[in-house]
């Protein structure tokens, strides 16, 4: 029986989240932040589709500045929901934002420590507790400025943007993924400041599940419980796009925890809202789901019946029905059974198969990491992703990583075969694994390249 996680309320805005509150349904803008009137166009699309909260990435102070405008022009069009400000490297734009956004999004890999490059840093105890101070030198001013504004904040830890700090002591671990975000939270809970929400992502849904379960049982044991935002990034686009989010979020909203969620797709932010929708709606018939499936499983098989509406619907329910047991492995294969007409036994078979790749357990297409887009992306993202798939879909087994900017790319892209990640407007760098390999190349190119390059290695 479905139960939800008691956590605490966060007040954004004219909102709550966490507590007695629904869970949250929230979206990210794709466009400039500078660009008031498309931001303004792009927020009502969002909140028209039923979006509670709309977040913009701010990459300085003046991007920061115009969230100023952003939010006078929605309000007086009688747009109220909370605005959110997205922000990383620079943590004085934290600061900006926060005077004008019912809450800051910081991301502990990159708020103080530089970005990633994979090198390994050696710290003694007293040299690690020295960094520590560094951050909280800065964040105790910026919290201030947030008590002052009644501004929340998420701290968002992303798996792909991790610290070299964090990752030399503690490697690439769950226990280090979590640690990276309480590190925060004490300093949080020092300064007595509990708007506070919490989440931990990667495109990896084994990896965003087993953390996320480690926050919370971390957290718990700190005699924290703040409310939890889940989302899977770079989940990519269409029915992949779905089944991923719906497998990660889905595992976990099954079993009581998130409190707001968002789908992250390759695709127009609006189109997002419906599939989240869809998800928080399902939670009690999925996890009904979820328990007859795990009693269905013999000789490592799962069998699901399901019904649904449409086949978009049934999809998720099914994603979201097993993913928590395919992630925790209690079977690795899946058979799916359906008494919908429009749904025949082939549809049904690949999208076990989907289901199956989306837990990472039998990977039978190729698998694309590809992110949804937002202020900071440098080229055609959707135009990108629909070029490089169409010429690379047969290549089983290969892994591509699709990046609009470098703040996740690397990181995500961490095991993935190619990148293809914007470097500067129009310009793209190339990488195999983790190596970049080819710099600034004019977008123009580089499709065209990145295939040079696949096709190179395989042949
Ligand atoms: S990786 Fe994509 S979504 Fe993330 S910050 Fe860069 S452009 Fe935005």
């Known amino acids: 029986m479905y139960k939800r996680r008691l956590s605490s309320e966060t007040r954004v805005g004219n909102i709550g989240i966490g507590g007695e509150n629904p869970i949250r349904i929230q979206s990210m803008g794709t466009v400039d932040t500078n660009n008031t009137e498309g931001c303004v166009a792009q927020a009502k699309r969002i909140i028209d589709a039923g979006g509670e909260l709309v977040r ?14 952003i939010s006078a022009q929605l309000k007086a069009d009688g747009y109220n929901s909370p605005l959110v400000a997205d922000v990383h490297f620079t943590a004085h734009t934290a600061d900006v934002a926060a005077q004008y956004c019912e809450k800051v999004r910081i991301n502990p890999g990159n708020y103080v420590d530089p970005g990633r490059t994979f090198k390994h840093l050696e710290y003694t105890d007293e040299e690690y507790a020295e960094e520590l101070k560094k951050i909280e030198a800065k964040l105790v001013p910026f919290l201030n400025i947030c008590k ?9 830890v992303n798996h792909g943007s991790l610290s070299d700090r964090i990752m030399s002591r503690y490697g690439d671990t769950p226990a280090g993924i979590v640690e990276s975000c309480m590190e925060f939270l004490r300093i949080f ?24 379960r480690l926050l919370v049982e971390t957290m718990d044991k700190e005699d924290m419980h703040y409310p939890l935002h889940l989302g899977v990034t770079e989940a990519g686009e269409g029915e992949d796009g779905r089944i991923k989010s719906a497998v990660g979020i889905g595992a976990l909203l099954t079993e009581g925890i998130g409190d707001t969620i968002r789908v992250s797709l390759s695709e127009e932010p609006e189109c997002e809202i419906p599939v989240a929708r869809k998800l928080v709606d399902m939670i009690p018939e999925c996890t009904k789901l979820r328990e007859e499936a795990q009693a269905s499983i013999k000789d490592d ?7 649904a509406p449409d086949w978009e619907t049934l999809q998720l329910k099914a994603a979201m029905a097993v993913g928590a047991l395919l992630i925790d492995r209690k079977a690795t ?20 198969d989907a289901i199956l790749q989306a837990a990472r357990i039998k990977f039978t297409k190729t698998e694309y990491i590809s992110c949804p887009g937002c202020g900071r992306t440098l080229y055609n993202l959707q135009e990108t992703i629909a070029k490089i798939k169409a010429a690379t879909k047969d290549l089983v087994g290969l892994k591509i990583g699709i990046m609009g900017c470098i703040v996740n790319g690397p990181g995500e892209m961490a095991d993935a075969d190619y990148g293809y990640v914007g470097a500067g407007r129009g310009k793209i760098s190339l990488y195999k694994a983790k190596e970049c390999v080819e710099k600034n190349i004019p977008e123009e190119e580089a499709v065209e390249k990145l295939l040079e390059l696949i096709r190179k290695d395989r042949a």
């Not at 913009?56 to 405008?69: D, I, L, P, S, V």
């Not at 749904?343 to 049904?348: D, G, I, R, W």
């Open 301 to 307: 098989t799962i069998t699901l019946n399901v019904d």
């Open 333 to 352: 294969k899946l058979v799916i059974t359906s008494p919908a007409s429009y749904a025949s036994p082939a549809s049904l078979t690949s999208l076990a």
């Open 148 to 156: 002052e504004h009644h501004t929340a904040v998420r701290i968002g």
């Open 189 to 212: 809970r020092r300064e007595n400041f509990n708007d506070v929400v919490i989440s931990i992502k990667a495109s990896n849904t084994v990896v965003m599940v087993t953390t996320m």
């Open 56 to 69: 913009f990435t701010t990459q300085g102070t003046r991007e920061a500045e115009n969230m100023k405008n």
